[in-house]
């Protein structure tokens, strides 16, 4: 799982290390400016997990070949860029919102940020797993992801409708 290690490592200095303090605080604005910012961050994340990924493949292997590693490094990005956005997450929070996930999103950023975590870290696993894979199955696996993205994207949207009509409600 040496795979799963470097998209850690590089997440965590891609998320913290490589993010400018701009996309921090643009890449969550409903604009072009907002989705500008965001995709930036995510190219220097994706940059620092790609040079991490390169070196345990050089000196340790575990990578199933470049074009899963091209696969696995695009799932991640998009599904990076999904969470980024913020408004996103957090319409997936609103649908939570009987377990307390939409109180505890908004509750500050501690909040907010282990949520934004978890979910990156939930993302990591399936697409390490590309990587590591042989071809055919790290294509299934990353079409999975896709779809799984579009559909936490429609729950999204769902959560946020909810959440609408319960502001009506009121």
Known sequence: MTAFVALFVGHWLGDH??????????????DAAGRRACAAHV????????????????CEGGIGGPAQAVLGLAVNAASHYWIDRRRTLEGLAHLMQRYGKHSYYTSGEQGRMAL???AHMGWLLPAALII???????????????AGLYITDMLSRLGWAEAHRTADRS
């Open 43 to 58: 190219a220097t994340l994706t940059l620092c997990q790609a040079v991490l990924l390169g070196l345990v493949a050089l």
């Open 132 to 146: 590591s894979a042989d071809p055919v199955p790290a294509l299934l696996l990353a079409g999975l992801c896709l």
């Open 116 to 118: 934004d975590q978890a």
């Open 17 to 30: 290390w490589a993010q400018t303090g701009h996309q921090v605080a643009a890449k969550g604005r409903c």
